[in-house]
């Protein structure tokens, strides 16, 4: 399952939710960082980690014989029981002019046969190389955003844009929303109604959390339990569940059999 993640305006914190939802996923999850403007989980959360893998690294290897096939050489372990894997972005923005989003949403939407979620943080919806390959191939498309006026507004107009590619056929999943620091000062309710989409429920402003994520504070032992934490758990299920009843609303219903006719014990013998 491949779930997109996008956002209207440059900073509404998409990378940090993401993250926060691929470390509360309820099954095993991929964070794939397609940003085009290039990836921040490493130098923040990952302490300024270097890898040898990566999507640009992906990229040079995929022209051998395709991505799906040497993706798990560039996955990351994001967690201690190997749960959640990363797939770093690009450490050059200039390289997203030569990733091929089609073979890799391919890629990434069947990761270990379809039993690990990939959950694509895309970046700002419209910058240049924006990957929607990945967004028309994912089973949903989350839209983050912050409660402002300003942000919701723009929010709007990017549901608004995904709507249209969908209907003219691009093939995009369900669209949705999270919603960041909500009741600053809009609810997820009237946000819900303004774009027109489910909200699926909200993270709080939690900056000593969110600076483990985003910076690579040090996490303390209370971080699992944080309220950025302990949303993201419920948010991740919300997801995971919408996506799921999407995907059963969507998938034909099963043929059934006719009843077999029993041979040799008919009346009349």
Excluded: N
């Excluded at 939710?17 to 099954?27: C, D, I, T, Y």
């Excluded at 409660?147 to 249209?164: E, G």
């Excluded at 998938?251 to 009346?267: D, F, L, W």
């Amino acid at each position: 399952m491949l779930i997109a993640m996008t956002s209207a305006k440059g900073a509404p914190g998409v990378t940090t939710a993401a993250l926060a939802l691929a470390l509360s996923w309820p099954r095993r999850a991929v964070l794939a960082e397609l940003d085009p403007a290039g990836g921040d989980v490493l130098a923040g959360y990952g302490r300024g980690e270097v890898s040898a893998g990566g999507l640009a690294e992906l990229e040079l290897a995929a022209r051998r014989g395709g991505p799906a096939r040497h993706l798990d050489a560039h996955l990351l372990r994001l967690d201690a029981g190997e749960r959640v894997r990363l797939l770093p972005g690009l450490a050059d923005p200039i390289g997203a002019r030569h990733v091929d989003w089609h073979r890799l949403a391919g890629a990434l939407a069947a990761v270990d046969g379809g039993t690990t979620d990939a959950l694509a943080d895309c970046g700002r919806l419209g910058a240049e190389y924006f990957p929607r390959e990945v967004v028309h191939r994912s089973a949903a498309v989350i839209v983050v955003t912050r409660s402002s006026l300003r942000a919701v507004r723009a929010a709007s107009h990017a549901v608004a844009a995904l709507k249209v590619e969908s209907a003219g056929g691009a093939g995009a999943g369900p669209l949705a929303a999270v919603v960041v620091a909500a009741g600053e000062p809009y609810g997820e309710r009237e946000i819900g109604d303004a774009l027109g989409v489910p909200v699926l429920g909200a993270l709080p402003r939690d900056d000593k959390a969110a600076s483990v994520l985003s910076d690579g504070a040090p996490a303390g032992r209370f971080f699992p339990q944080s309220a950025l934490l302990r949303a993201a758990r419920e948010v991740a299920a919300r997801v995971a569940e919408f996506v799921a009843r999407q995907d059963a609303l969507l998938s034909p219903p099963a043929e059934t059999s006719a009843p077999a006719h029993r041979i040799g014990h008919g009346h009349g013998r």
